[in-house]
């Protein structure tokens, strides 16, 4: 068994707190909605926003799920450029790839923020549930600041980078 140290333990368990959000909003959903048609066939009643609850809670998840593909090599990219770089550079290439990720994910956590601090200025509120629309879209800036921390700490130390899994 090999011990995991520093950035490992940390990515370890960001995963394992994102993945158990995961895990938690999945059944919310899945029991909210049986529960909703299971009295809508019974009772002739329903929950009031359960399809609305469950639609915010599907899209804070599948934000969720951004981080943990990452973090299983599970990203969907091209491929049909593999063969272009020589062997001698793949790993160079990994790790500048890698950076450039990382970028890409801190700037669209920049624009994240931007768009929450935009849902908070205009006062949106989440139909139904009546909250304030900034504290659910909170997920998009950390979604994707959460998914660049791990493509910086695969760039800074490329053994915590997981393999690649082919979707063939």
Known sequence: MTTVSGPGRF???LFRVE?????????????????DVSLRETLE??????????VYIMIITGFLGL??????????RPRFADGLIPAAFARAV?????????????????????????AHSYGDMAMVIDIPLW?????????????GLRYLMFALFP???PEEVSSE
């Not at 659910?136 to 600041?145: D, E, K, R």
């Open 19 to 35: 993945a158990a959000l995961a895990m938690a909003g999945y059944t919310v959903i899945a029991c909210l909605l049986i529960v």
């Open 67 to 76: 981080g943990l593909a990452a973090a299983q090599g599970r990203h969907l």
């Open 45 to 54: 009643t329903s929950i009031y926003g359960a399809q609305r609850i469950s």
């Open 11 to 13: 990515l370890h368990g």
């Open 135 to 147: 504290i659910l879209h909170l997920i998009v800036p950390w979604a994707f600041a959460s998914t």
């Open 94 to 118: 990994t790790r500048l790839g890698d950076l450039v990720m990382t970028a890409v994910f801190f700037f669209f956590a920049w624009l994240g923020v931007r768009f929450v601090l935009d």
């Open 159 to 161: 053994r915590l980078r």
